[in-house]
């Protein structure tokens, strides 16, 4: 193999020359993770609005609520598994055929879940057929992540990977756009009367709109994902003899600490995103009066609030590809894990009640827009970062199960811990911002001991070669 001036092999395959168009590429990655986020989001809501009554109807609503908040949780127990599943079938027999599966699995999940019977003509079957199909979402989304950044990155021209990467993350923002814009549609064209959250309407048929309506996204993006090609990448790495038959073993074997690395890079901005998206909303419609007291917002409002913030999340998701390019992944990631600890520490100054209900709006919508814009500026340039810190043979595991693992200890515990500080605060959200800036320091050590992944060769077969060569080295010792 001949050396080129930059010290890669002229024969490894190169993502400047991939089998896919740029416009495949791109439609392929965003619209699939748009449509997992989307039925992702459409559960969080619902599971807020009309769940707790027609599923987990207790007689107490707090009760209602926390079991319904259960089920939902339980699907971050399921992205792991996903993670192993998919991580698994997408490093052996390729990245587009796990995208179609695992976009087919939350799809048929989320339709079903629109036609399913309630508590009151199914009895308990019923929360255990919605527990079913939860867990079904989150294993779907376990493994589609890590596809969509995969065929991405590994289909991006030479120099462009972080900025190809952001086109799949940029599904967070527009799955958070049109699911809450749905549900706040159809509760508008279903007005409820004086004093009621939701009409009898509303809570008969109009909550499975939403769910059914992702039957069409699906088809659309099924549609997309059977006419993508496999990458050069992977294509490369398969007729080298470097695939494994356990990914799973030769990561933990010998990518451990990329592993490690990857959950604690990725938690700030787990534990980022669900305080802004989650603990916001229930501390900003919580009653001033309330105990905890919150911020009095209307829940139509603060949604409304919350999608203007969201806006600045995909437009900064986007905008921090190009510049994680120019400068590097580590290099940016510092500087903006800086910044979420600070905005954890100034927290109660945009998230606090003040004498005037205008200025305390005001400064909520401001510390929502801030937040979220962070939350663009963080997890844009992860689309590249984790699958860059594995080689070709166990990129789809390795990264898969960085970004799931660190949903558990970010995504899933942290609403549950941001409202126990909020409480054990008296109502103050200064214990909750701690905790935001405490996950931003166990993220800053994590980068701090990482290497810059920016000029990485992502097909060198040199890389695939090395570690396959250990493995074969070792199984025949076994």
Same mark, same amino acid.
């Given at each position: 193999?001949?050396?080129?001036?930059s010290g890669r092999s002229a024969s490894a395959?190169?993502?400047?020359?991939?089998?896919?168009?740029?416009?495949?590429?791109?439609?392929?990655?965003?619209?699939?993770?748009?449509?997992?986020?989307?039925?992702?989001?459409?559960?969080?809501?619902?599971?807020?609005?009309?769940?707790?009554?027609?599923?987990?109807?207790?007689?107490?609503?707090?009760?209602?609520?926390?079991?319904?908040?259960?089920?939902?949780?339980?699907?971050?127990? #399921?992205?792991?598994?996903? #993670?192993?599943?998919?991580?698994?079938?997408?490093?052996?027999?390729?990245?587009?055929?796990?995208?179609?599966?695992?976009?087919?699995?939350?799809?048929?999940?989320?339709?079903?879940?629109?036609?399913?019977?309630?508590?009151?003509?199914?009895?308990?079957?019923?929360?255990?057929?919605?527990?079913?199909?939860?867990?079904?979402?989150?294993?779907?989304?376990?493994?589609?992540?890590?596809?969509?950044?995969?065929? #991405?990155?590994?289909?991006?021209?030479?120099?462009?990977?972080?900025?190809?990467?952001?086109?799949?993350?940029?599904?967070?923002?527009?799955?958070?756009?049109?699911?809450?814009?749905?549900?706040?549609?159809?509760?508008?064209?279903?007005?409820?009367?004086?004093? #009621? $959250?939701?009409?009898?309407?509303?809570?008969?048929?109009?909550?499975?709109?939403?769910?059914?309506?992702?039957?069409?996204?699906?088809?659309?993006?099924?549609?997309?994902?059977?006419?993508?090609?496999?990458?050069?990448?992977?294509?490369?790495?398969?007729?080298?003899?470097?695939?494994?038959?356990?990914?799973?073993?030769?990561?933990?074997?010998?990518?451990?600490?990329?592993?490690?690395?990857?959950?604690?890079?990725?938690?700030?901005?787990?534990?980022?995103?669900?305080?802004?998206?989650?603990f916001t909303l229930t501390f900003g419609t919580?009653?001033?009066?309330?105990?905890?007291?919150?911020?009095?917002?209307?829940?139509?409002?603060?949604?409304?609030?919350?999608?203007?913030?969201?806006?600045?999340?995909?437009?900064?998701?986007?905008?921090?590809?190009?510049?994680?390019?120019?400068?590097?992944?580590?290099?940016?990631? $510092?500087?903006?894990?800086?910044?979420?600890?600070?905005?954890?520490?100034s927290f109660p100054l945009w998230l606090g009640?003040?004498?005037?209900?205008?200025?305390?709006?005001?400064?909520?919508?401001?510390?929502?827009?801030?937040?979220?814009? $962070?939350?663009?500026?963080?997890?844009?340039?992860?689309?590249?970062?984790?699958?860059?810190?594995?080689?070709?043979?166990?990129?789809?595991?390795?990264?898969?199960?960085?970004?799931?693992?660190?949903?558990?200890?970010?995504?899933?515990?942290?609403?549950?811990?941001?409202?126990?500080?909020?409480?054990?605060?008296?109502?103050?959200?200064?214990?909750?911002?701690?905790?935001?800036?405490?996950?931003?320091?166990?993220?800053?050590?994590?980068?701090?001991?990482?290497?810059?992944?920016?000029?990485?060769?992502?097909?060198?077969?040199?890389?695939?070669?090395?570690?396959?060569?250990?493995?074969?080295?070792?199984?025949?010792?076994?």
């Open positions: 193999m001949t050396p080129t001036p395959p190169s993502a400047s020359a991939p089998l896919n168009s740029p416009a495949r590429v791109i439609t392929a990655s965003l619209v699939g993770t748009t449509i997992e986020f989307y039925d992702f989001y459409v559960y969080a809501t619902a599971a807020v609005l009309v769940f707790p009554q027609l599923f987990f109807p207790t007689g107490n609503s707090t009760t209602a609520l926390i079991a319904s908040f259960g089920v939902f949780g339980a699907a971050m127990v #399921a992205r792991p598994i996903g #993670a192993i599943v998919f991580g698994h079938l997408g490093d052996k027999r390729g990245r587009k055929t796990t995208l179609v599966l695992s976009l087919l699995t939350m799809g048929i999940a989320t339709f079903l879940i629109g036609i399913l019977p309630t508590f009151e003509s199914a009895g308990l079957l019923a929360p255990l057929m919605l527990l079913v199909l939860r867990l079904a979402q989150g294993f779907a989304l376990g493994g589609e992540w890590s596809g969509a950044a995969l065929v #991405a990155t590994e289909n991006a021209p030479e120099g462009k990977r972080a900025w190809y990467g952001t086109f799949p993350q940029v599904g967070a923002p527009l799955g958070f756009i049109i699911a809450n814009g749905v549900f706040l549609s159809i509760n508008a064209a279903l007005p409820p009367s004086a004093g #009621a $959250l939701q009409s009898e309407t509303f809570l008969t048929w109009g909550w499975r709109v939403p769910f059914l309506f992702s039957a069409v996204m699906v088809v659309v993006g099924m549609w997309v994902r059977l006419r993508l090609v496999e990458s050069a990448a992977f294509t490369a790495a398969e007729k080298r003899g470097a695939i494994r038959k356990m990914p799973l073993t030769t990561t933990f074997r010998f990518h451990w600490r990329e592993v490690v690395l990857g959950t604690f890079i990725m938690l700030a901005t787990y534990v980022l995103f669900y305080l802004m998206s989650s919580a009653k001033a009066t309330a105990s905890p007291a919150g911020l009095g917002i209307g829940y139509t409002q603060f949604v409304l609030m919350q999608i203007l913030g969201v806006v600045f999340f995909g437009i900064f998701t986007l905008l921090s590809g190009p510049l994680a390019d120019s400068i590097g992944r580590r290099k940016l990631l $510092l500087g903006v894990t800086a910044a979420i600890i600070v905005f954890g520490f009640t003040q004498s005037d209900p205008v200025f305390t709006g005001a400064m909520a919508q401001a510390g929502l827009i801030f937040g979220f814009t $962070l939350m663009g500026a963080t997890f844009g340039p992860m689309g590249a970062l984790l699958p860059e810190l594995f080689p070709t043979n166990v990129r789809y595991t390795g990264s898969a199960i960085a970004y799931n693992v660190s949903s558990i200890l970010g995504a899933a515990l942290a609403p549950i811990i941001a409202v126990a500080l909020w409480v054990q605060a008296g109502g103050s959200t200064w214990l909750v911002g701690l905790y935001l800036a405490g996950a931003g320091v166990l993220t800053l050590i994590a980068l701090a001991l990482s290497r810059e992944t920016k000029d990485s060769d992502y097909g060198a077969a040199s890389i695939d070669d090395e570690f396959a060569a250990r493995a074969e080295t070792e199984s025949a010792a076994l």
